[in-house]
């Protein structure tokens, strides 16, 4: 089972550049998240997605957006990249409530460090 | 936005002893997720345990328990017997039912040492 696949694993920007960071996960479920992981640091939420077409936003949403076409697929793009961007980037997914017992549980992409210059 | 918190930057315990994560949050929502994750040095992200507020009993999963105090807002992991493995971070995070965003905390450094 491929899980969640986020690509690419590592990328170096130069500021100002764009890009859109790649998620898809093939468990059909509803729910999909953008964190971004600081040196040390938590989780910060950056957007969120309950179900195709639908999105809102996290903590920390400036500087990105996103789009929900499918349900298997939610692209994470940075637009005129920042030094402060400068991060690890995870893509999770789960079922909603209700849905079963695992409802709640994360299922994690592997992360794409980013760095920008 | 309901928010996490993990007062425990660092910890340390010996192998095979007992240790105790904190957490605290802040919600005025009656039904919701709580969780502790683990990560290791391989960045991958790891459920160890999971809690949902309307269930009164503690959850356990092996050697993993959780103190889940619904009018403190506290929800502490302890890990038993300690092994080299649980070497990680943990976080605490919490997702009320009925939305959907996902917050976690700062995170625990945990070092087990032999």
């Known amino acids: 089972n491929a899980g969640v696949t986020q690509t690419p694993k590592f990328r170096i920007l130069k500021i100002g550049q764009s890009m859109t960071l790649q998620c898809t996960q093939d468990m059909n479920h509803n729910y999909m998240y953008w964190y971004r992981q600081d040196p040390g640091m938590g989780l910060k939420l950056i957007y969120y997605s309950v179900g195709a077409g639908i999105t809102d936003k996290g903590e920390v949403p400036n500087g990105y957006n996103v789009s929900r076409s499918t349900t298997e697929d939610f692209p994470l793009r940075l637009e005129l990249a920042a030094p402060s961007q400068t991060s690890v980037y995870f893509c999770?997914?789960?079922?909603?409530?209700?849905?079963?017992?695992?409802?709640?549980?994360?299922?994690f992409g592997e992360g794409s460090r980013l760095t920008v210059l | 936005a309901q928010t996490v918190t993990q007062s425990q930057p660092e910890m340390s315990v010996q192998e095979a002893e007992t240790v105790t994560l904190s957490c605290t949050y802040d919600?005025?929502?009656?039904?919701?997720?709580l969780f502790w994750y683990k990560q290791p040095p391989s960045r991958q992200m790891i459920l160890v345990i999971r809690q949902e507020a309307y269930k009164q009993q503690n959850a356990t999963e092996n050697r993993f328990s959780v103190n889940f105090q619904k009018a403190a807002k506290s929800f502490s992991l302890k890990i038993s017997d300690s092994q080299l493995g649980d070497t990680a971070m943990y976080f605490c995070a919490f997702m009320m039912y009925n939305n959907n965003d996902m917050r976690f905390g700062a995170g625990t450094r945990l070092t087990v040492k032999p």
């Open positions: 919600t005025s929502e009656n039904n919701y997720y």
């Open positions: 999770a997914s789960t079922m909603a409530p209700g849905q079963g017992s695992g409802a709640g549980e994360l299922f």
